[in-house]
């Protein structure tokens, strides 16, 4: 009778570490491409040895929760990424079309992002958005491309959502679109009329979410998403064969 006992073993610290910081990004406390704290300041916080926190940081890294990069700056990766990022890497780099069918997920995951977000977005989350959208203003004025504020406004919306799984997946799609978003601001969207359309259509959208409207922020959403698609469809077909331009943007 007693063999069916398995005796509890006292958890190490580093395994209490993981776990805390696991449960803070599955509560989406800490949310993806957020910067944890430096080693000395976050042991600190943690009451704990920099030899545990760093053995803990290099679990998370290895579950795929974390990434740690030169210089021992950590920042927390999209869940999805485990089950979904490698994959469908490989089903972008198969063509042109399978990029664009990508693109038709990313424009119907975020109408959704964006509806909702107009129902949820808190103050500070409307006036980050605003904050944005001057400096997109300030980017057509001064001639600079902007891809930087405009993945910095989408982002934003994503997190307006408060919705976990919306948040990690959002940021899995950016980031498995990376390198298209590049082919795109280094091609079509170096014209600048486009880049005031881009700023009109960004503009109706805020307008739309400040103004608690989903329907309405659905609405302008598509929009927007449906000239981009329409852009990058004209990229994608000469830009693959060109030189990339304004990588330093995103």
């Not at 989350?125 to 930087?148: F, N, P, S, T």
């Not at 503009?203 to 990058?232: D, K, M, Y």
């Amino acid at each position: 009778m007693n063999g069916m006992y398995i005796p509890i073993k006292p958890k190490r610290i580093s395994e209490e570490i993981v776990e805390q910081i696991k449960n803070l990004i599955f509560q989406g406390k800490l949310k993806p491409g957020e910067k944890l704290l430096p080693e000395r300041d976050l042991s600190r916080a943690l009451n704990v040895s920099r030899v545990s926190l760093r053995e803990a940081l290099n679990t998370l890294q290895g579950m795929g929760l974390l990434e740690i990069q030169q210089g021992n700056r950590t920042f927390v990766r999209p869940i999805t990424t485990l089950s979904l990022h490698d994959p469908l890497v490989s089903f972008i780099k198969g063509s042109s079309t399978a990029v664009l069918e990508m693109f038709e997920l990313r424009k119907y995951l975020e109408i959704g992002c964006i509806s909702l977000a107009a129902e949820r977005a808190e103050r500070e989350e409307v006036e980050e958005l605003k904050r944005i959208l001057h400096v997109m203003e300030d980017d057509v004025k001064k001639d600079r491309l902007g891809a930087k504020s405009d993945l910095d406004f989408h982002s934003t919306i994503a997190r307006a959502t408060h919705n976990i799984a919306y948040i990690h997946m959002m940021h899995t799609v950016y980031d498995l679109l990376k390198e298209e978003l590049l082919i795109a601001w280094g091609s079509v969207f170096r014209e600048k009329n486009r880049r005031r359309k881009l700023l009109g259509q960004h503009q109706n959208i805020f307008n739309a979410i400040e103004e608690r409207n989903s329907p309405r922020a659905a609405q302008e959403g598509l929009a927007h998403l449906n000239f981009v698609q329409e852009s990058w469809q004209s990229a994608l077909g000469t830009a693959r064969l060109a030189p990339k331009h304004g990588q330093g943007e995103l």
